[in-house]
């Protein structure tokens, strides 16, 4: 009895040890695909694990769409540089506004004709010089065509095809110099070329950036800008627009207004204008020059003798004129004597013919 009593136990013991094993091999392999979840995940990763399955196809993806990415700020760098410009010719516009009553009123006077024309002129002005030194100050001049030999070739050559005074021509000459400088390593772009202590941003900060474009007023004579007016030009012109704009009726001296003009000048500019002005104003003016004295019919000649044989002393004579002594003065002073005034009028009788 005993005998079949452990018979019995060893059977169970062995039917139970039969039936433990495969549940031991199932719990084994769920922990070795626990293990195995784990380090999947692990490998996979996402985005934000650079060394990760997922994080490497992202940087591909990324890496793929770099030259859109590309093309697209470089569009928004354009965009950027012509809103900047349109804010530049608002402030031109602005400006002329301010300047548009005078305009009007110059442009009304019955004197001004094609001899004496002058008008405001606005304009956004591309300073050339000042961009020459500020890219240079920015990168290296190592390249041929940004050698400092060759660097104001280069500028020009790119923009002697553009108007640099429209939004246009600006924005495709900068464009250009943008291409010619990546033209070396485009992969690497400008990088290589910026000097110590400056950055790609930096240069193109500078480019994009427009400071170089200054907005400029100024006035034009005979379709010539002030600044490139001789200085007896220069004179003339101011002496116009003060008379034209100055509305007051008190006399006005002049002091040699002809000086550095040439009688052209004198005769189409000058003597209109004091004709027009001597209607509500007293002119007082010293004169060389017989176009204003005489041509101006001055109502009053006061001719001045300075004697040093007689204590350096001063005399004067005054009249019109129709007065015989006083046109006397005038033809040896202003004429340079009558036979000199007669020696010039026999060698222009041919012309005058």
């Known amino acids: 009895m005993e005998s079949s009593i452990k018979e019995n136990n060893e059977t169970i013991e062995k039917i139970n040890s039969e039936l433990s094993e495969p549940i031991q091999k199932y719990n084994t392999y769920l922990e070795t695909l626990k293990t195995w979840d784990v380090k999947k995940k692990q490998l996979e990763g996402d985005e934000l694990i650079p060394d990760s399955l997922h994080g490497i196809q992202h940087q591909i993806t990324m890496y793929n769409n770099l030259p859109n990415q590309l093309a697209e700020k470089k569009n928004e760098r354009k965009t950027i540089a012509s809103l900047i410009y349109q804010i530049l010719e608002s402030k031109k516009l602005l400006r002329e506004s301010l ?26 002005n591309f300073s050339f010089e000042e961009f020459l030194e500020n890219l240079t100050s920015h990168i290296l001049q190592r390249r041929l065509d940004f050698t400092p030999d060759r660097i104001k070739h280069t500028l020009e050559d790119l923009s002697q095809d553009k108007d640099l005074e429209t939004q246009e021509g600006v924005i495709d000459f900068i464009e250009e110099l943008i291409d010619k400088l990546n033209e070396a390593n485009e992969e690497v772009g400008i990088a290589e070329m910026v000097k110590k202590n400056v950055t790609p941003k930096d240069v193109y900060n500078f480019i994009y950036g427009l400071d170089f474009i200054k907005s400029k007023y100024s006035l034009r004579f005979q379709n010539v800008e002030v600044e490139k007016l001789s200085p007896g030009q220069r004179g003339a012109l101011l002496l116009i627009f003060y008379l034209l704009v100055d509305k007051d009726k008190t006399p006005i001296i002049l002091d040699q207004p002809e000086e550095n003009l040439d009688n052209d000048t004198v005769v189409n500019s000058l003597v209109p204008i004091l004709n027009e002005a001597k209607k509500t104003r007293q002119i007082i003016m010293v004169t060389h020059n017989p176009n204003l004295a005489i041509v101006c019919d001055a109502e009053q000649i006061i001719y001045t003798n ?14 019109s004129i129709e007065s015989y002594e006083l046109n006397q003065h005038a033809v040896n002073i202003l004429e340079g004597t009558l036979n000199a005034f007669n020696n010039r009028s026999s060698k222009y009788l041919g012309v005058i013919a």
């Open 99 to 124: 300047y548009e009553p005078v305009q009007k009123s110059i442009e009304q006077n019955s004197f001004i004709n094609i001899k004496n024309k002058f008008e405001f002129v606005s304009k956004l």
């Open 306 to 319: 300075f004697d040093r044989e007689n204590n350096y002393s001063i005399h004067y004579k005054s009249g």
